[in-house]
């Protein structure tokens, strides 16, 4: 078991991703472009890109998106395609939801919480998807449809949404993707990768504008 410690935005933020990560796996690709979306404040203010061409390009993603769902997940997956990934996800958030209760949202307000080795590969999975996907990163994919019992080609999907690549990132090379750690990437990408890192236990350097949660093991 490991016991960490974090307050009201880890708990909001992590069940953020863990939506996401289920959303994912249940073959809703078209949620990708909730990312897409979210820089495009940053993106706009940085004068990245005309508002104009930033909204076609969304429009253009979202569409290859939705093409991808159509074409790779016309049936809905069955609770033991996603068992047990979607099973520890649920339990999970109600830990979460249950620790929220008690905590006032300072940032100086934490409280601790216990997971086992299960829940904590599932939280670093979807905080790592979560990052992955605001800079594009959609290769990351693969390692989340791996870990699943599902009759897919995951590999083409990777594929088609890495030749529409620069729709997302506006990167001539569609090899390239953005950087998380850039004012171009939303801000809460930088709270998914220090979350990451600190569950990991990787050395690091801090992106995000909230608190580092703790974490020891039992």
């Not at 099973?87 to 209760?101: E, N, P």
């Not at 890495?162 to 997302?168: P, Q, T, W």
């Not at 171009?184 to 930088?190: E, G, R, S, W």
């Amino acid at each position: 078991m490991f016991r960490v410690v974090l307050g009201k935005s880890h708990c909001k933020f992590i069940i953020k991703t863990l939506d996401l990560h289920k959303s994912i796996i249940k073959g809703e690709i078209t949620k990708i472009s909730s990312l897409m979306i979210e820089n495009k404040k940053p993106q706009l203010k940085y004068n990245y890109d005309f508002e104009e061409h930033l909204e076609s390009r969304v429009h253009s993603f979202f569409n290859l998106t939705l093409e991808i769902e159509a074409a790779h997940f016309s049936r809905k997956m069955n609770v033991l395609q996603l068992f047990p990934t979607s099973d520890i996800i649920c339990g999970v958030k109600k830990k979460l939801y249950s620790l929220m209760s008690f905590l006032s949202g300072d940032l100086n307000d934490c409280l601790p919480i216990s997971f086992s080795r299960d829940e904590i590969d599932i939280i670093k999975l979807s905080t790592k998807l979560y990052f992955n996907l605001s800079i594009g990163n959609f290769e990351i994919l693969s390692e989340i449809f791996e870990r699943l019992n599902l009759n897919i080609d995951h590999e083409n999907i990777v594929l088609k949404l890495v030749e529409g690549r620069d729709l997302f990132t506006n990167l001539v090379d569609k090899k390239c993707c953005l950087r998380v750690e850039e004012n171009l990437v939303y801000y809460k990408a930088k709270w998914s990768w220090d979350i990451y890192n600190v569950l990991e236990g990787n050395r690091f350097l801090k992106l995000g504008s909230i608190p580092l949660l703790k974490i020891e093991e039992k």
